[in-house]
């Protein structure tokens, strides 16, 4: 039972190590977490895959440590293995810039750090295996840009840190560094600024066989909590009961959080007075963007027949029968739309990175997404020029209750 207390990955700080072959950089994970998690070799390109391992970092609580495969990979594997260690840059919240002291900077160094730089990632720089060399006499300026001089100091302060994973010299301080630079990070409500204590919140929960035996998913979980934050009263009810919930209340209540598949039914029963919303709307704001989804819905009238459409989800599950994302919503699409657009669909990790052909981008609500990938998909899109939207905020749209389901946010 224990594993359903655990902080979801998606809500861990996501902490990821960068470099090259050889540089430290899985010594330095298994130092930092006190275990000896990642394989460690003299061979070059021992770690192939990125490595993930979930801890607390006091004072700034659960992370995510993530080793990378080395940027200077050589071969076609190897240009494999480095595309995956880029693409946790969508997900990471700090990142660890790792080199050997005795080893000048190089272009594939320079590479990375603009690359972060440019994501707005918070970083730090790694001197490793400091019991060996001091990197005072290694430095290397030739070729670097003022721009590269100003990258390569580590991070906002220009301060480096030299660690050696062999005495523990400086990881605790390098822990200590890494704490502080995110202790600020946003704590972002997700649905607690909306009540005040005492208020009574309604969240409709459907039972049917899409939903996971024996537990709530995840956004239901986290929207619990976040209202007994508020110091208010969460009340879960099926669609089935929602009626007699209402009608056995005192007063109505302060609103109604819904899941998205029930959503045109829940709007029938619920008083035209109490605001009304999804789940997938509440973590559009969570996480992404809820106007410029309220946006990206009102263009699925403008699709025509053969436009390509983009439907992605974070995680992955088994599809049944009345899936939502590969039945209802092309289902919903086609008949609200009135054409035949090509759909095509993507899960858990994979995301295109070329969207200039989709017409339309529908995302679910990402709850298994950190809130920086969420972000960086639909910034993709934004710079694409391709609308996105969400499943709630499209569903809402298409049932003719977008208004009423944002303006509890307008408020």
Not at 188 to 207: F, K, M, Q, T
Not at 249 to 257: C, E, I, N, T
Not at 320 to 325: T, V
């Amino acid at each position: 039972m224990a594993g359903l207390n655990e902080t979801p990955s998606c809500e861990r700080v996501q902490i990821a190590l960068f470099g090259r072959r050889n540089a430290g950089k899985s010594s330095l994970l298994n130092a930092l977490a006190g275990q000896d998690l990642a394989i460690v070799s003299e061979t070059r390109g021992t770690t192939t895959d990125p490595v993930k391992k979930s801890m607390e970092l006091l004072p700034l609580g659960p992370v995510t440590l993530i080793d990378t495969p080395g940027l200077d990979d050589e071969g076609a594997l190897g240009a494999l293995r480095v595309k995956k260690a880029r693409e946790v840059l969508r997900k990471t919240d700090l990142a660890l810039m790792v080199r050997d002291a005795a080893e000048p900077e190089n272009e594939d160094d320079r590479a990375i750090l603009r690359e972060i730089r440019a994501r707005g990632i918070p970083y730090l720089y790694v001197l490793n295996k400091a019991d060996l060399h001091r990197p005072e006499a290694h430095e290397n300026t030739e070729g670097k840009t003022k721009e590269d001089e100003g990258q390569l100091r580590g991070g906002a302060d220009g301060k480096r840190f030299f660690v050696s994973c062999l005495t523990r010299q400086g990881i605790q301080e390098l822990k200590d560094a890494m704490a502080g630079m995110l202790a600020a990070k946003d704590d972002r409500p997700l649905i607690r600024d909306l009540l005040s204590p005492g208020d009574v919140a309604v969240l409709v929960v459907p039972i049917d066989k899409a939903a996971p035996k024996g537990r709530l998913i995840l956004p239901q979980q986290q929207t619990i909590r976040d209202i007994l934050e508020a110091g208010a009263q969460a009340l879960v009810t099926r669609d089935t009961e929602l009626a007699g919930t209402l009608n056995a209340l005192k007063q109505p209540p302060r609103m109604v959080v819904t899941d998205s598949q029930v959503f045109g039914k829940v709007d029938k029963i619920v008083p035209a007075d109490v605001p009304l919303t999804s789940f997938s709307i509440l973590m559009a704001r969570y996480k992404g963007d809820l106007f410029g989804a309220v946006r990206g819905a009102r263009a699925v009238k403008e699709l025509k027949d053969g436009d390509p459409v983009l439907i992605a989800e974070g995680c992955t599950h088994h599809r049944q029968c009345g899936d939502i994302g590969t039945e209802k919503l092309p289902a919903w699409i086609r008949r609200f739309a009135g054409c035949e657009p090509a759909f095509s669909w993507v899960s858990g990790g994979e995301f295109p990175e070329d969207l200039g052909s989709y017409k339309l981008v529908v995302h679910c609500g990402g709850c298994m997404l950190n809130a920086r990938e969420m972000q960086w998909r639909l910034g993709a899109c934004r710079a694409a020029g391709v609308p996105a939207t969400n499943y709630g905020t499209l569903i809402a749209y298409i049932h003719g209750i977008l208004d009423r389901s944002v303006a509890i946010f307008e408020k």
